[in-house]
């Protein structure tokens, strides 16, 4: 092989692997703030949703529980809340109400003015729910919250998502009548324009677990589903894609030991943003620390490649697990004299609500993390101070430099290998 051919070659490596170059930026967390005193208890597994992620940004919450000393003897809540979020000086605000049967660990989504909630556990030696309940809010006083009867299983800790007008449910707790726990694989479509069920299990799906996230990407039209906990007890780190048009799960390979990927975990939260989906924090008793506070993002396909990147912030919130995040954009808004270091270079916001840290205490604290993409994955300028700029270029070259020793590498093997 010549030098040119050789050189061509590595071009070629690197090129290929340029799509896999930093393309998050790192900003600073801020705990947003809120008018008076009329605000939600401290709680965990609850739900917090959005009908959508652009302004006005109103999202709902609905159930937790208050604490995790004792879970199954703990009163669920069953209040829901509907918050004006204001990215400008003047504080957000929270508006109350108590729609229906308490409950923790279900899942909600959004259907245009309507939030479906699923599944969870209501209180003590009451059964896990399988209904689907309907909550819709007409305006800041006036809801409505009515119930479904479904063949949907009993569950809770399970994951739902909603993909244009239909809900995909999967896995979950089961809670059996002598109150000892199974958990399942199985997979649900609940189709909104004519309430018809559907399933989307397979042989070779993903296996049982709760504790699990799905987002749906509007980018590639796909499902995503991460993490979760399994029936004996192994905490499965592994990604699968769900294709609604075929019902076919297809689990999405990664080379970890080329690039970092995120500890397995539970009770995280995902939320698709941009070209990818974004988690944060969950538990795993198998760590030091249990409980974690890092946050990760996921891109979706780049030339046949997948990969995780790790982000890291100013103003880290406290690890914690069972808590509830959304995803909202912030283009259209102006924000100039915001209080939380949000810019216009800043498309894209991830929120989250609650939940509760190793200190054994939940908490009501709503978090921002704005997210800055680079343009066509080539590094752009961020509204961030020079030095963390510089930080992100040297980022940037050493990442290069690495793909480059590693086509190197990998062609010298592959030649070795031939002789």
């Given at each position: 092989?010549?030098?040119?051919?050789?050189?061509?070659?590595?071009?070629?490596c690197?090129?290929?692997?340029?799509?896999?170059?930093?393309?998050?930026?790192?900003?600073?967390?801020?705990?947003?703030?809120?008018?008076?005193?009329?605000?939600?208890?401290?709680?965990?597994?609850?739900?917090?949703?959005?009908?959508?992620?652009?302004?006005?940004?109103?999202?709902?919450?609905?159930?937790?529980?208050?604490?995790?000393?004792?879970?199954?003897?703990?009163?669920?809540?069953?209040?829901?809340?509907?918050?004006?979020?204001?990215?400008?000086s003047?504080?957000?605000?929270?508006?109350?109400?108590?729609?229906?049967?308490?409950r923790?660990?279900?899942?909600?989504?959004?259907?245009?003015?309507?939030?479906?909630?699923?599944?969870?556990?209501?209180?003590?030696?009451?059964?896990?729910?399988?209904?689907?309940?309907?909550?819709?809010?007409?305006?800041?006083?006036?809801?409505?919250?009515?119930?479904?009867?479904?063949?949907?299983?009993?569950?809770?800790?399970?994951?739902?998502?909603?993909?244009?007008?239909?809900i995909?449910?999967?896995?979950?707790?089961?809670?059996?009548?002598?109150?000892?726990?199974?958990?399942?694989?199985r997979?649900?479509?609940?189709?909104?324009?004519?309430?018809?069920?559907?399933?989307?299990?397979t042989?070779?799906?993903?296996?049982?677990?709760?504790g699990?996230?799905?987002?749906?990407?509007?980018?590639?039209?796909?499902?995503?589903?991460?993490?979760?906990?399994?029936?004996?007890?192994?905490?499965?780190?592994?990604?699968?894609?769900?294709d609604?048009?075929t019902?076919?799960?297809?689990?999405?390979?990664?080379?970890?030991?080329?690039?970092?990927?995120?500890?397995?975990?539970?009770?995280?939260?995902?939320?698709?943003?941009?070209p990818?989906?974004?988690?944060?924090?969950?538990?795993?008793?198998?760590?030091?620390?249990?409980?974690?506070?890092d946050?990760?993002?996921?891109?979706?396909?780049?030339?046949?490649?997948?990969?995780?990147?790790?982000?890291?912030?100013?103003?880290?919130?406290?690890?914690?697990?069972?808590?509830?995040?959304?995803?909202?954009?912030?283009?259209?808004?102006?924000?100039?004299?915001?209080?939380?270091?949000?810019?216009?270079?800043?498309?894209?916001?991830?929120?989250?609500?609650?939940?509760?840290?190793?200190?054994?205490?939940?908490?009501?604290?709503?978090?921002?993390?704005?997210?800055?993409?680079?343009?066509?994955?080539?590094?752009?300028?961020?509204?961030?101070?020079?030095?963390?700029?510089?930080?992100?270029?040297?980022?940037?070259?050493?990442?290069v430099?690495?793909?480059?020793?590693?086509?190197?590498?990998?062609?010298?093997?592959?030649?070795?290998?031939?002789?």
């Open positions: 092989e010549t030098t040119h051919e050789a050189m061509k070659g590595i071009l070629g690197f090129l290929t692997n340029l799509s896999l170059v930093l393309i998050v930026s790192s900003q600073p967390w801020s705990m947003m703030k809120f008018k008076g005193e009329n605000t939600p208890s401290s709680r965990l597994w609850h739900s917090w949703v959005i009908s959508s992620p652009n302004p006005p940004f109103k999202p709902i919450l609905f159930g937790g529980l208050s604490s995790l000393s004792n879970p199954i003897s703990e009163t669920s809540l069953n209040d829901s809340w509907t918050s004006s979020l204001s990215f400008s003047e504080p957000s605000n929270w508006e109350s109400s108590s729609v229906a049967t308490g923790y660990g279900h899942c909600a989504v959004p259907i245009k003015d309507t939030v479906v909630i699923s599944g969870g556990y209501p209180n003590k030696d009451q059964d896990t729910l399988n209904s689907l309940s309907f909550f819709t809010v007409y305006n800041t006083t006036s809801k409505e919250f009515n119930d479904m009867d479904s063949n949907l299983p009993h569950r809770y800790w399970h994951a739902s998502v909603q993909y244009n007008a239909t995909v449910l999967f896995g979950g707790a089961l809670i059996n009548p002598d109150f000892t726990t199974n958990v399942t694989n997979c649900d479509i609940f189709d909104t324009r004519d309430s018809t069920f559907g399933s989307c299990t042989e070779n799906g993903p296996s049982s677990r709760f699990h996230s799905l987002v749906a990407s509007l980018s590639t039209r796909l499902l995503y589903l991460f993490g979760g906990q399994e029936a004996q007890g192994s905490f499965p780190s592994d990604v699968w894609m769900l609604l048009g019902k076919s799960w297809t689990r999405i390979e990664i080379d970890c030991s080329r690039y970092s990927c995120p500890n397995p975990r539970i009770w995280h939260i995902a939320v698709d943003i941009g990818g989906f974004i988690i944060h924090g969950g538990a795993n008793e198998k760590l030091k620390p249990a409980f974690l506070d946050i990760w993002y996921f891109q979706y396909q780049q030339k046949g490649s997948y990969i995780w990147q790790k982000l890291s912030a100013e103003g880290t919130p406290p690890a914690r697990f069972g808590h509830a995040g959304i995803g909202i954009n912030l283009n259209s808004l102006d924000l100039s004299g915001n209080p939380y270091a949000l810019s216009s270079r800043n498309p894209s916001a991830m929120l989250f609500f609650g939940g509760q840290g190793g200190a054994g205490v939940s908490n009501n604290e709503v978090w921002i993390y704005p997210i800055a993409f680079t343009n066509e994955n080539l590094l752009k300028t961020v509204n961030t101070p020079a030095t963390k700029i510089v930080g992100a270029v040297l980022i940037v070259i050493l990442t430099i690495i793909q480059i020793f590693a086509c190197c590498f990998s062609r010298q093997s592959v030649r070795e290998t031939a002789l």
